[in-house]
């Protein structure tokens, strides 16, 4: 029998679902389904660097490196050990899943995949970034061959806002005594590439990503102004869940740490979270148009170096080359779904009824109420949880 309380709450989650909740798109567990999807990108399916300093050593040109989970050089070095280089202006890498990365509304922040590379923050200052960045693309696989061929949507983040995206072209030749185009130097021409060839990307302003530390523009000091590229927040050393660069719990798992997204509007890096450049699939846009794409998710993801540096002299510093450890499908918030089977619905509203006010929150198998991770379940986890069914909140 429900108490007055419940009944009350009850009342409060009806009027804050309007009676329905809709199934979250995506990470539904099938009865009888296959083996569990690995979260991170597990095949490399084009890796086309640009001239670097870094192409020819194989410590940085296998692009393996990039798949499964990063391993963190932290927040005040950048981690070389599993990173691969794309060179100088678009220098690009395309890696693919093993399952299609899903649209999920029940992601944090609303966060659907992260990009991890070797940023850092040079002088412990969040707003101070040692980046070089790169932007994102994604495809569906909508034709289901298994091939990267079908079309491919922009990730235009904070500085790529015109409607109609155009591709910039870099020239580069192997003719070291000529300076008409760069490199000079023959340890900077990437393997197979002979006479004249062209890379191209979608370039970023310079202005901003051009110098070794990428500093935010934003006025407000709590909100990050550039967002929607890799390689520009720092990975967390594994296990570091408050962001301290010291690590605080050494059971944690890579694929449950490195899943979980940052919030990319805010300055730092959220708790809990293994930092990376996290993206929502629904930024994603025609790039000819600048309409959005609609994507229900992506299969193939495709990273280039965009911002384009003049390279006819060699500087100490070299070309700016973005560096990638990793790409991960972000896992969902699982507050709310308190059955455990992908998604919020009114078997979750009568669950969380019958969690309200329980003795033991880990004995009755109310962890996924229990917002507040204080041991039981009350009006502030009611209040987070009609948030949760009335869409994504940033906490």
Known sequence: MMTRWQNSLGALLALGISGIVAPAEGNAPAEGGPAAEDPFATVVVEFDPAVGQYVNEPAFNDPARALGPPVAGGLAAGGNSSIVSLGAFGGTLTLGFDHTVMDDAL????????????????????????????????????????????????????????????????????????????????????PGKQGLWTSEAFELPVELFGTPVVRNPSADSEVEGIFGYAEYTPTLLLGDTDGDNVVDDFALGAEEFYTTPDDPMAVGISAGSGGG??????????????????LPGFDFIRITTAVYVDLTEITPLGETSSEI?????????????VDDDGDIDLVDVAAFLECFAVADVVDSGCERADRQSDGSVDLLDAAAFVGRITGPIRE
């Open 107 to 190: 992601n944090p922040f609303g966060i659907d995949a992260i990009v991890f590379g070797n940023a850092f923050w040079p002088s412990a200052n969040p707003s101070d970034h040692w980046a070089e960045c790169a932007t994102i693309e994604i495809s569906l696989d909508v034709n289901e061959n298994g091939l990267a061929d079908d079309a491919w949507y922009l990730i235009p983040g904070s500085h790529l806002p015109d409607p109609n995206a155009v591709l910039t072209v870099a020239f580069w030749d192997d003719d070291l005594f000529d300076d008409t185009y760069p490199p000079a130097l023959a340890s900077w021409i990437p």
């Open 277 to 294: 450049d996290g993206f929502d699939i629904a930024w994603a846009i025609v790039p000819e148009s600048g309409e959005p794409a609609d």
């Open 325 to 337: 450890d990793a790409v991960a499908d972000a896992a969902p918030d699982p507050f709310g779904d």
